[in-house]
């Protein structure tokens, strides 16, 4: 619930109750086609109730809070291609969860229909919760899951709830913008990329990216700007014979160029280690054809018969799908040819109805629009049943499975058949043994080999497109440990956990045994605390882990005379923690910072705090950074662009400690460069140079590697802040014969 007036916003109560009716005809308007008789009656009790609920509410901005129900209403109906039914949910998503409105009342007005929607967006609502725990928030968003599969308007809705949020993220504060962006990378995106809706997917990571890495945004947002002009002009070039052939072919087509996705551009900066100018693909072009239900596959390919007369297609770059679409409903034809001037082209060649298809997604259309051919369907269809068998599953490790889920959500799918020519799909990367899993969990248990296009091959054979795969199965297999270090998919992986822990629990019974009768003998009772003080000592994660451990020898219950005892509770030695001296401020013991403490500044702090930077991103000042609180290490400091910070702000916000640093030049900090130039003499000798006689730097290594008369090189060294390590960068940069000089990336974890 936002209250809090901030926003320059200043509207009479006149000029308001204007916005508001114009936003709600507005509605109406994007809704036309789909009202029938007695729709407009029922969306204007929707409206009233939601403007009635929400009547003291203002939003950060300062806006009537109305205006984002509305907002996402239209959202739902105009980018997403839901009807009526979704528009009211929309517009009353908020109401049971922030004011006295209920589920009954819902209920009573709309019907029981309605009110299951609703009640299904407002559990969603909860998983944001930055109190609850870790295994909390999973739970929660496995609830998110099973809603999807049950009725995936809840989800859709959900976005477009979101996507909203994230365009006026604007007026939040700086700690919020962090960590909504944070969850939308982590949750959000993957399910609108699930979900087929790829327009929407991409506009949350380009608000994502807006908000976590704002210089990043403006910079490629600029290069954009600046080389309009060019682009359009060589666009125009590619696309005019193309044009008049298909004129002449009397297709009727629309065909435009369209810039890729600012999010998109970073990742092949980065992933290439490329400059702006040099990512030449900043464009894909799109053609899509105006034919007949019967006659677009035929057309497509005609379309690319014509493109590729003109230009030559890179011989791999063709992705065929029409004849086979994606999971998730895409169908498109894409290849990549050499255009004028020698540059690689994207072509994308699609019909108007999979142009639909491509933006709004499947979901949207699936089984509340006529005319979807059965076959998709279907295929949407068994994703989301295959979401219901895992999620039932009775495996309770829940974060594990949302790690593998949301792996499975972005991989590429490959097509396996069954020895009957049945088709299944798969994540890429899949292995025999994953696919014994996806047909039936006891295959996968028993599963000892199998034969891929009639060859006999091991479990951990990786499955390619196109395979015909058999599975070979002996009742005396069990899974083991090492299965799961070769299997990909959820499903396997959850499934093998949930056999290696039932083997688990048997043999823990017997550890269980032996404390419970250690424990008689010493007077003391096991209950919850002292148990909780046994895991504590033996660094075991669970109860399960400690019993197997006593059973199989490793925990040693020798251990047991040098706790403490006050009565019949136990208490676990203490150990000195040991920490990393180099990073540390001081060599004090480890200081949790007090449960709701907001600000840490270093250095300035009354109270120091230790802390870690973290080793995957490696911070220094002036890095935009938060603490995380860890469970074994104390406090770790990452950068808010490392690759590990969407999962941390999203899963654990109630473990991250707002961070600045102090303005303290006494401290330095290691951080690492790479370079890439010309292998020359000299060019070694420079690099020194420049570090140690010019800056007077302490450097701590310096490697490199070459190959071709080309050099790359890494260069570990003390810095104090971030604008020496920038004020470095630009030194090396300005060397005779280097590239690219770069701050080193952060690691995913
Ligand atoms: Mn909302």
Redesign the pocket.
């Given at each position: 619930m936002e209250t809090v007036i901030t926003g320059t916003y200043n509207l009479n109560e006149e000029e308001e109750k204007k916005v508001i009716l114009r936003e709600y005809r507005a509605l109406l308007r994007v809704l036309k086609q789909h009202i029938k008789k007695g729709d407009k009656a029922l969306l204007r009790r929707a409206f009233e109730i939601a403007a009635d609920a929400h009547k003291d509410m203002r939003r950060k901005s300062g806006e009537p809070y109305i205006l984002?129900?509305l907002a996402?209403a239209k959202i739902v109906v105009e980018e997403i291609g839901l009807g009526v039914t979704s528009a009211i949910c929309a517009l009353l998503?908020?109401v049971v969860e922030d004011t006295e409105t209920t589920l009954e009342d819902i209920s009573r007005e709309f019907g029981t229909n309605y009110a299951k929607i609703i009640d299904g967006l407002t559990k969603i609502?909860n998983v944001v919760d930055l109190k609850a725990d870790t295994t909390v928030q999973a739970e929660n968003f496995r609830k998110i899951l099973l809603t999807l599969a049950d009725d995936p308007r809840v989800i859709l809705i959900k976005l477009g709830?979101r996507l909203?949020?994230m365009r006026t993220l604007e007026s939040m504060s700086r700690e919020k913008q962090l960590k909504i962006s944070s969850e939308t990378t982590y949750i959000y995106s993957p399910l609108a990329h699930r979900l087929g809706l790829y327009e929407i997917k991409s506009e949350f990571e380009d608000l994502a990216l807006k908000y976590t890495q704002p210089e990043v945004y403006w910079e490629i947002s600029q290069g954009l700007k600046e080389t309009k002009r060019e682009r359009t002009r060589y666009i125009n070039e590619f696309i005019k014979p193309i044009k008049e052939e298909l004129q002449n072919e009397e297709l009727q087509v629309e065909i435009y160029g369209r810039p890729k996705a600012i999010h998109s551009i970073w990742n092949k900066m980065r992933t290439k280690h490329v400059a702006f100018e040099e990512v030449y693909d900043l464009f894909a072009i799109r053609i899509i054809l105006n034919s007949a239900p019967e006659r677009e596959k035929e057309d497509c390919w005609k379309v690319y018969s014509i493109v590729t007369n003109f230009y030559k297609p890179s011989p791999e770059r063709l992705r065929d799908w029409i004849s086979v679409p994606k999971g998730n409903g895409y169908e498109a034809l894409h290849t990549t040819v050499m255009g004028p001037g020698g540059r690689w082209v994207e072509v994308q060649i699609r019909s108007s109805r999979m142009n639909e298809i491509a933006e709004k997604g499947l979901a949207a259309h699936w089984k509340y629009k006529e005319g979807m051919p059965s076959a998709q369907e279907s295929k949407l269809d068994s994703w989301l049943q295959h979401l219901r068998d895992i999620l039932n599953n009775p495996d309770t490790d829940t974060l594990d499975f949302l790690q593998d889920f949301k792996l499975d959500l972005f991989t590429e799918e490959i097509y396996i058949y069954t020895p009957k020519g049945e088709m299944r799909v798969l994540p890429k990367g899949a292995t025999a043994l994953d696919f014994a899993f996806d047909i039936h969990s006891e295959l996968g248990a028993r599963c000892i080999g199998a034969k891929v296009n009639y060859r006999l091959v091991p479990l951990s054979h990786e499955i390619k497109s196109g395979d015909q795969v058999e599975i070979i199965t002996s009742s005396k297999q069990k899974p083991s440990e090492d299965w799961l270090s070769f299997v990909t998919t959820a499903k396997a992986k959850s499934r093998i956990k949930y056999y290696l822990k039932e083997e688990k629990r048997k043999i823990g019974e017997d550890g269980k045994e032996i404390l419970q009768r250690k424990l008689d003998h010493m007077g003391l009772p096991m209950s919850p605390q002292n148990l909780q003080e046994l895991c504590l000592h033996y660094k075991k994660p669970s109860l399960l882990d400690l019993y197997y451990g006593i059973a199989v020898g490793s925990v040693d219950l020798k251990d047991l005379k040098e706790f403490s005892i006050s009565g019949d509770k136990m208490i676990h030695p203490v150990k000195e923690v040991k920490l990393d001296s180099k990073h540390l401020l001081s060599e004090e013991t480890v200081k949790k910072p007090a449960k709701g403490a907001e600000l840490i500044i270093f250095g300035e702090s009354s109270d120091k705090i230790l802390y870690k930077l973290a080793q995957c991103c490696q911070p220094i000042p002036g890095d935009d950074v938060f603490g995380f609180i860890t469970t074994g290490e104390g406090l770790k400091i990452h950068r808010t662009d490392c690759p590990n910070a969407a999962q941390l702000l999203s899963h654990y916000g109630h473990r991250v400690v707002k961070t600045k640093w102090a303005k303290n030049k006494e401290i330095s900090f290691l951080s690492g460069v790479r370079l890439v130039g010309l292998d020359d003499v000299g060019v070694i000798q420079k690099i020194t140079n420049v570090i140690s006689a010019d800056l007077k730097m302490n450097m701590r290594s310096l490697s490199i590697d070459s190959h071709d008369g080309v050099f790359e090189g890494t260069i570990m060294v003390y810095v104090h802040d971030r604008d020496e390590l920038d004020h470095l960068c630009q030194r090396l940069a300005a060397l005779e014969g280097i590239n690219t000089v770069e701050r080193l990336e952060a690691q995913e974890q």
């Open positions: 984002h129900p996402v998503h908020d609502s709830d909203h949020n």
